[in-house]
């Protein structure tokens, strides 16, 4: 199956839309309110297209691919109204990138650079103030686009049902339960709508003024809080040896989302009260010693045990945080080499 799109015969699948196969054959369309995770919209009207033989223009994220259409999406009519969407978004709110935490990474100004808008929209209206009152997150209603992602990504990725809109026209906005600040609402700090928000209209607290994206190195890793092992991005500062934030990586298990402490609980790693060298008790008090040390000792004590009271006086429960390597490992060391079957994981209760 094929269509055309921009004079281009390209292949299609049922079940893929417009904008779905143009990416997929590099045809830029730009979208604020669309997300592999979110799906269709058609809020922002960013991925407008003109289809030959319907009327006005269509969203690309919500019409099918079907054999034989033609489309066009860079034609003057489409270029000048994906430029006056964004202009107006630009003027409704107060959108100072130089100071913004979002700069290098929104994908406003990504559409701005890529529409060639380059002059600065007179501002509107007062700034609104900034919901700061959460731990971990501040909400800037001023660079708010009003796409709506954080509010499926609240109520429909993570169902925790804290967003909505409020009010209507150009004075929409984001609200969290009955318009409470977000630190007296039911929002538990997942972050999710953080991590899907197209702008710097939420963002983490902590990480403010940290870093700037292109700065900070992207390292992929694994959440160490629990076994479920969720993928990570660490965002790290290198000259300071920091990591200045974390996202969810939109792979297997977790596809983006992250609990609490797997998106914010990242001091530790500097913390000075880390464990770096095996401790041994002597005196009462705990020394650090070598590892050749702490393994030797170890040995010779579990020796030691073995033959006064037999293999049954050991147990081991591997640690939920462990991988399944790691409590493999424990399990047989447990069995083969100690000769007991007392051996658990706490993950298992
Ligand atoms: S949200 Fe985007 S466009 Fe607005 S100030 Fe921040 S970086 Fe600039
Ligand atoms: S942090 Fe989580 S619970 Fe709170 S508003 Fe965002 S998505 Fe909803
Ligand atoms: S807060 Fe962010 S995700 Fe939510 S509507 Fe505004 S711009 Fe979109």
């Known amino acids: 199956m094929e269509l055309t799109i921009d004079g281009r015969n390209v292949p299609f699948r049922a ?13 830029y369309i730009p979208t604020l309110c669309w997300h592999p995770r979110i799906g269709p919209s058609s809020r922002c009207r960013l991925c407008i297209v003109e289809i030959e033989g319907t009327r006005g223009l269509q969203t690309a ?9 033609t489309v066009r999406t860079d034609t003057e009519i489409v270029k000048t109204a994906r430029r006056m969407t964004v202009e107006n978004l630009l003027y409704d709110g107060h959108h100072d990138c130089i100071a913004c935490e979002a700069n290098g990474r929104c994908e406003l100004q990504d559409v701005a650079y890529r529409l060639g808008i380059r002059e600065y929209p007179v501002v509107s209206e007062p700034a609104q103030l900034l919901d700061d009152s959460s731990a971990m997150i501040v909400m800037d209603p001023n660079k708010c686009i009003v ?6 990504a609240c109520n429909e990725i993570v169902g925790n049902d804290v967003l909505t809109f409020s009010q209507r026209g150009y004075r929409t906005k984001i609200v969290c339960d009955t318009a409470v600040p977000m630190a007296e609402s039911s929002c538990v700090q997942c972050g999710e709508c953080l991590q899907l928000c197209p702008t710097g209209a939420i963002t983490e607290k902590k990480s403010a003024g940290k870093g700037r994206e292109w700065e900070l190195e992207k390292v992929n890793s694994t959440c160490p809080y629990c076994g479920v092992g969720c993928q990570v991005i660490l965002h790290v500062d290198r000259a300071a040896n920091r990591i200045v934030r974390i996202s969810g990586r939109e792979v297997p298990p977790n596809d983006g989302m992250l609990c609490v402490k797997g998106r914010f609980a990242y001091e530790f790693t500097e913390s000075p009260k880390r464990l770096t060298k095996p401790l041994i008790k ?3 008090k705990h020394v650090e010693v070598s590892w050749d040390e702490a393994l030797d000792y170890t040995a010779r004590r579990f020796k030691e045990i073995k033959e006064k009271h037999g293999a049954d006086a050991f147990g ?24 007991t079957n007392n051996v658990d994981n706490c993950a298992r209760t």
């Open 147 to 152: 796409c709506g992602r954080c509010i499926i």
């Open 15 to 27: 079940g893929q839309t417009v904008l779905d196969v143009a990416r997929e054959n590099g045809i």
């Open 316 to 339: 081991f429960i591997a640690s939920s945080r462990s991988t399944n390597e790691n409590a493999y490992a424990t399990m047989k060391f447990s069995r083969a080499v100690i000769g």
């Open 61 to 69: 994220c919500s019409v099918l691919a079907g054999s034989g259409i």
């Open 282 to 284: 002597k005196d009462g």
